[in-house]
């Protein structure tokens, strides 16, 4: 995989995700990334200005073994999943919805 196959693999994943901003054409590659098997591309996307971001850009994980975008990470470097369903805690859900 080259980096214009991520760059490609990025902005599919970005627009099925729906993800705010615009994927760029900035790229680097690692040998080894924490939490993904094998090297992966880093794509980055621009965001549209807010004080939550903080440097308002994301990057888009491409691993290059499974061929697909894995996850996402803030300039913060929190990671995100946009493309798997959230994660309910039910026990919390029933806690808010009983003390409303």
Known sequence: MNKNDAIKIAKEYHQSCNLD???TNE???YED???VEGPV???MAQL???SFEGHGQMHIIVSV???KAVFTFNSSGFPA???LPPVRNEELEKYLEENE
Do not use: C, M, R
């Open 21 to 23: 901003g615009t994927v």
């Open 27 to 29: 790229v680097k590659f």
């Open 33 to 35: 990334f924490i939490d």
């Open 41 to 43: 591309w880093t794509v």
């Open 48 to 50: 549209p200005e807010s």
């Open 65 to 67: 073994k499974e061929k």
């Open 81 to 83: 999943y946009p493309h």
